[in-house]
């Protein structure tokens, strides 16, 4: 069964972008070797996009490391979006609902994970009981404001299984979603 995961790399203060989306801080945490990434880009066999991160600030937009994990990882993406543009996008596939925008992503990645990138994408998947896997990358730098790696503002505690934690070359934790057992809520 394909995993559904969410990857992100987080300031310490729990933020994922900078105010308004801004991603140009995340450039001087990128590149070296990093083989935890390495890893992670070879369980994945596809994207979930939000539109706000497809059409947001790349840290590498630009440049030759533009995209997904620096540019290196390439595979199909689908973006979730109410509103598909008119003109198709090479490589991208455009859906307007979480069900099936995952069983889109789900069939295109086969055995291997749907990485979802985009914070409000990645708590709707929560919320519908569908994220898996949280794995988190965190970057030396208090930012203060921005978009957070998960926002529900009066919602339920949600139980994480830690499966991994490495420290080099940046510290990353990676955890299981533990669902709710039948009957209760996240």
Known sequence: MTR???SATMSLDGYIAGPG???SWLAEHLGGPNPVAEDLMGRIGALLVGARSFHGDDPNRGTDREGAFGGAWTGPSF???????????????????????LAAARAAAGDRCVNIIGADVAAQCLAA??????VVFIAPVLLG????LFHRPGGAQVRLEQLAVTPEPVPCLSL??????AGSQH
């Open 145 to 148: 404001d921005g978009v957070r």
């Open 21 to 23: 989306g801004d991603m």
């Open 129 to 134: 009981g569908q994220l898996d896997e949280i």
């Open 79 to 101: 973006v979730l979006t109410h509103r598909p543009p008119a003109t198709p996008v090479p490589g991208v596939t455009f859906v307007t609902d979480l069900d099936s925008g």
């Open 176 to 181: 299981r979603v533990r669902q709710p057992a």
């Open 4 to 6: 559904i995961l969410y």
